[in-house]
């Protein structure tokens, strides 16, 4: 246990001084990782280019929430996903995500998420 929260508080201020590698190499060596561990851990792997880890470190924020009664990074999580997938290429993953988003006008990145041209999306699909 007291491993676990020197761990989290330096994944925390590597995060935070933009150590965006150090956040993922302190994050492999965490056994017992939490929502918040996968979603700075996403975020730094978002920062560095590797859209494919930060996709399944989102997939894995959503797991996480689905089998707990408390949510965590929930409406980030449904943004930061739509971003990795466009990153990583994924258009037609990146529009569902999006749908998501925009079903809900109460999200947090509803009008973000507005602002994401449909046109923008398609010239990238064509890009595929």
């Known amino acids: 246990s007291r491993g676990k929260g020197q761990a989290q508080q330096s994944i925390d201020s590597l995060f935070s001084a933009n150590n965006f590698s150090g956040v993922i190499e302190v994050f492999k060596t965490i056994t017992d990782k939490n929502q918040k561990d996968y979603f700075l851990a996403a975020l ?4 560095t280019g590797d859209s494919q880890s930060a996709i399944d470190d989102l997939k894995n924020v959503q797991q ?5 009664t408390e949510k965590y990074f929930e409406q980030e999580t449904d943004y930061y996903l739509a971003l990795a997938y466009i ?7 990146a529009e569902k995500q999006l749908g998501i988003i925009k079903a809900n006008k109460q999200h947090m990145f509803y009008q973000k998420t507005n602002e994401i041209s449909s046109t923008k999306l398609e010239i990238l699909k064509m890009k595929e």
């Open 87 to 93: 990153k990583a290429g994924n258009i037609e993953e």
């Open 64 to 68: 996480l929430n689905s089998n707990s």
């Open 44 to 47: 730094a792997s978002l920062e």
